[in-house]
């Protein structure tokens, strides 16, 4: 099921990140989001409801009474009809709320913004789009127009099904300058770097350590005041994933099969320090030099990592 939340995830961040073009606001990239989780919160309520109907038919067989075989059959077809959607098998119950139930269960699995609302102050978006020098949490608004050679972060997450799907990109619009294509370009590759070390038996400070020095060995610093994270049930679970590892490689805790984790790499052109502006959301960076980040969420599997925000990656090929 996180699996499904991330191909989501993936799918809306491509549409916001098509949509980056010059003269387009980021209100309306936050406007893109909100439709893209609406039209997937209808397809998880019509999903549900088509099971709760198909259920209710095989139900109502009245042979089912008299018929121990056919029961049991019924039973397991049951069962499989709402792997997904468990809460559903007890609308066959006598006296069942079958309105009430079918409402619970779309409301568990309903794609929504893992975003809005979040901490103090709520957030008030459902996306965070950040400007060349914004490194995260920048908030969308009607009157910040993309132009020709920004590079801007588009940062993104739902639930869908319970669990979290985080990710983000950078892009480059238009015509950008080397300096800013170079920047853009080392933070992607140091998340890749990044996730090959995602395996199992590899430890937390492999993966921060592999981020600092390939931003590093091209010259700029990574963030520190924010990090990657743990995600499942909320978007932010232990263990912390810092992009950073002064002890080196072979430190922090071991990844072990199941874990999930957000890797997000934040690579400024200048100096590691940040500012927060007054909006309490808004992280600059302090000597106002570029900034760039990209994030995927990563299965540790025995077979390797999996990345769950990329539709191409498998078990084992990220």
Same mark, same amino acid.
């Given at each position: ?5 991330? +191909?989501? $995830? ?6 916001? =990140? ?26 998880? /309520?019509? !999903?549900?409801?088509?099971? $709760? ?33 468990? &809460? +559903? ?8 709320d079958i309105e009430r139930i079918v409402g619970d269960v779309a409301d568990r699995h309903r794609v929504i913004s893992a975003f809005l609302g979040y901490a103090t102050p709520p957030y008030p978006a459902v996306v965070c789009t950040s400007i060349n020098e914004v490194i995260v949490h920048g908030i969308p608004r009607r009157n910040e127009v993309i132009k020709d050679g920004d590079i801007i972060g588009i940062d993104f997450g739902i639930f869908m099904?319970?669990? =979290?799907?985080?990710? $983000? ?27 090959? +070390? =995602? ?19 091209? &010259? ?17 679970? /232990? #263990? ?8 080196? #490689? ?11 984790? !957000? ?15 007054? /909006? ?39």
């Amino acid at each position: 099921m996180m699996r499904e939340a991330g +191909l989501v $995830a993936a799918e809306i961040l491509d549409q916001m =990140c098509e949509a980056a073009k010059p003269g387009t606001s980021t209100y309306d990239l936050d406007q893109i989001a909100r439709a893209g989780i609406a039209r997937h919160a209808r397809r998880v /309520d019509e !999903a549900v409801a088509e099971t $709760a109907r198909a259920v209710r038919k095989l139900a109502s067989n009245p042979e089912l009474r008299t018929n121990i075989e056919l029961a049991k059959r019924t039973a397991t077809e049951i069962d499989q009809l709402t792997s997904m959607f468990t &809460g +559903l098998r007890q609308i066959v119950k006598p006296g069942a709320d079958i309105e009430r139930i079918v409402g619970d269960v779309a409301d568990r699995h309903r794609v929504i913004s893992a975003f809005l609302g979040y901490a103090t102050p709520p957030y008030p978006a459902v996306v965070c789009t950040s400007i060349n020098e914004v490194i995260v949490h920048g908030i969308p608004r009607r009157n910040e127009v993309i132009k020709d050679g920004d590079i801007i972060g588009i940062d993104f997450g739902i639930f869908m099904h319970g669990f =979290c799907a985080d990710t $983000a990109r950078t892009v480059m619009v238009g015509d950008v300058s080397p300096e800013r294509r170079k920047l853009v370009e080392t933070a992607r590759d140091s998340l890749e770097a990044a996730i090959k +070390l =995602c395996r199992v038996g590899n430890r937390l400070g492999d993966v921060g350590y592999a981020v600092q020095s390939y931003a590093e060995s091209r &010259g700029y610093s990574v963030v520190r005041q924010f990090v990657g994270h743990g995600t499942g049930r909320q978007m932010h679970e /232990d #263990p912390q994933v810092p992009n950073f590892s002064d002890a080196g #490689p072979g430190t922090g805790k071991r990844m072990k099969s199941g874990l999930v984790i !957000a890797v997000e790499p934040m690579v400024n052109a200048g100096t590691p320090d940040v500012e927060v502006l007054s /909006d309490e959301w808004t992280a600059v960076t302090k000597d106002r030099q570029m900034s760039a980040h990209f994030e995927h969420t990563i299965a540790i599997t025995d077979e390797g990592p999996w990345v769950l925000t990329r539709p191409t990656s498998t078990p084992g090929n990220p």
